[in-house]
């Protein structure tokens, strides 16, 4: 039972076009969101989160949309770089909680 | 700043043999994980500690077991090792801020095991 699902397993984009990375999850318990990125060979590093009780965060080029009535959050990348292409996780937890829940990840490719 | 370290990065084991995955932390946080990444399933948390002496199960704890004897290490051993352990493990620490306080996770480099 996958509480947090990515159904992209993978995404190409243009360069300076806008990059939509999706994440649905199922446990209305979440109250904290965060996508990491991931580089071949490397440990995953923290990009952005979203706190439950807010619909948007943005930082710099990335910005965290979340929808908690459809249970969906997406993350997007304007403009897209090269240095964008990599895996993308979406995790979730609750309540200051230990068991962040990832998602199975999407490759992104952003096309020079 | 080193942050999160593990040790070693590659390993190859015959099944039934053991094996500990040293990860060491320089930024004294208080919680330290171990996850499990493998194709289209994302990360899976298989234990976790949230301070010296203190481990804990996480989604997926059969067949490893964990030690964090001193704050800034968290070992994962596998006592006999199995094909099905063939996967990148993951050493993450994240600081305590306090109840209900969210914070992201640090992750390491990573250790790819292969099970024969």
């Known amino acids: ?112 | 700043n080193a942050g999160v370290t593990q040790t070693p990065k590659f390993r190859v084991l015959k099944t039934g043999q053991s094996m500990t995955l040293l990860c060491a932390q320089d930024m004294n946080h208080e919680y330290m994980y171990w996850y499990r990444q493998d194709p289209g399933m994302g990360l899976r948390l298989i234990h976790y500690s949230v301070g010296e002496g203190t481990t804990a199960k996480g989604e997926v704890p059969d067949g490893y077991n964990v030690s964090r004897l001193k704050k800034q290490n968290f070992l994962l051993g596998l006592e006999s090792a199995a094909p099905s352990q063939t996967s990148v493990y993951f050493c993450a620490s994240s600081p305590n801020l306090g109840q209900h306080q969210n914070t992201e996770a640090f992750f390491g480099q990573g250790t790819r095991l292969t099970v024969v």
């Not at chain 1, 304007?78 to 995790?91: E, I, L, R, T």
């Open chain 1, 1 to 112: 039972d996958q509480q947090v699902k990515q159904n992209s397993p993978s995404l190409s984009v243009q360069e300076g076009r806008i990059s939509i990375l999706n994440c649905d999850y199922t446990n209305s318990m979440f109250d904290y969101f965060l996508w990491y990125k991931k580089y071949p060979a490397e440990g995953p590093t923290f990009l952005i989160s979203i706190s439950s009780i807010k619909d948007k965060n943005e930082d710099g080029r990335f910005t965290v949309f979340l929808n908690k009535s459809a249970k969906h959050l997406s993350l997007h990348i304007v403009p897209s770089q090269p240095g964008d292409s990599a895996v993308y996780f979406c995790a979730a937890t609750h309540g200051g909680g230990f068991k962040t829940i990832f998602g199975a990840g999407t490759r992104l490719f952003v096309k020079a």
